[in-house]
T-cell receptor, first 114, second 112 residues
């Protein structure tokens, strides 16, 4: 069975600084997808970024980028130029190809300070 | 294009009552997923449906829980004879072609 581990329950960063959130996963599959979701205090789940395992190039979306290390089964999220609106819970998630089932980690609570 | 709609946003039930949670997917999306989030935990997959079909219900408790996605109307997650342990946030997501799932705002169920 696949598992997703987020070892940092809480992180904090000052506005405009850079922060990296860690995620590791365990799978024997070769084809899969990885995601980062953001859950602000409103509790709405918002897709931040997505990575296909077959792609070697790391995904980027504006200030958000990932460091995908397939051999190490690591998928960290880097947030550059942090903003107050980035304050939220961040969940890493795994999906095996052709299953449609997202498997989530336990989340990292990120606080951005002015 | 409206996002995924869920109602009610908050639902309070007494032990033994029934809870019905509704989810209207985004326009053009034919895949619907339900997840449950217990306090201080990540989301856990419950069920995946397409119109009139349950595709994967491996995360659904065997008793008291059921889900449907009829040809017309929203998807319904039904919990019969609720217990305190059912208190959680229930999220619905939809997808047009699988893989990317867009989430609704969730329904927070409180069982007294």
């Amino acid at each position: 069975a696949q598992t997703v581990t987020q070892s940092q329950p809480e992180m904090s960063v000052q506005e405009a600084e850079t922060v990296t959130l860690s995620c590791t996963y365990d799978t024997s599959e070769n084809n899969y997808y990885l995601f980062w979701y953001k859950q602000p205090p409103s509790r709405q789940m918002i897709l931040v970024i997505r990575q296909e395992a077959y792609k070697q190039q790391n995904a980027t979306e504006n200030r958000f980028s990932v460091n995908f290390q397939k051999a190490a089964k690591s998928f960290s999220l880097k947030i550059s130029d942090s903003q107050l609106g980035d304050t939220a819970m961040y969940f890493c998630a795994f999906m095996k190809q052709n299953t449609d089932k997202l498997i989530f980690g336990t989340g990292t609570r990120l606080q951005v300070f002015p | 294009n409206a996002g995924v709609m869920q109602n009610p946003r908050h639902l309070v039930r007494r032990r033994g009552q029934e809870a019905r949670l509704r989810c209207s997917p985004m326009k053009g999306h034919s895949h619907v997923y339900w997840y449950r989030q217990l306090p201080e935990e990540g989301l856990k997959f419950m069920v995946y449906l397409q119109k009139e079909n349950i595709i994967d219900e491996s995360g659904m408790p065997k008793e008291r829980f059921s889900a449907e996605f009829p040809k017309e109307g929203p998807s319904i997650l039904r919990i019969q004879q609720v217990v305190r342990g059912d208190s959680a946030a229930y999220f619905c997501a939809s997808s047009p072609v699988r893989v990317e799932q867009y989430f609704g705002p969730g329904t927070r169920l409180t069982v007294l």
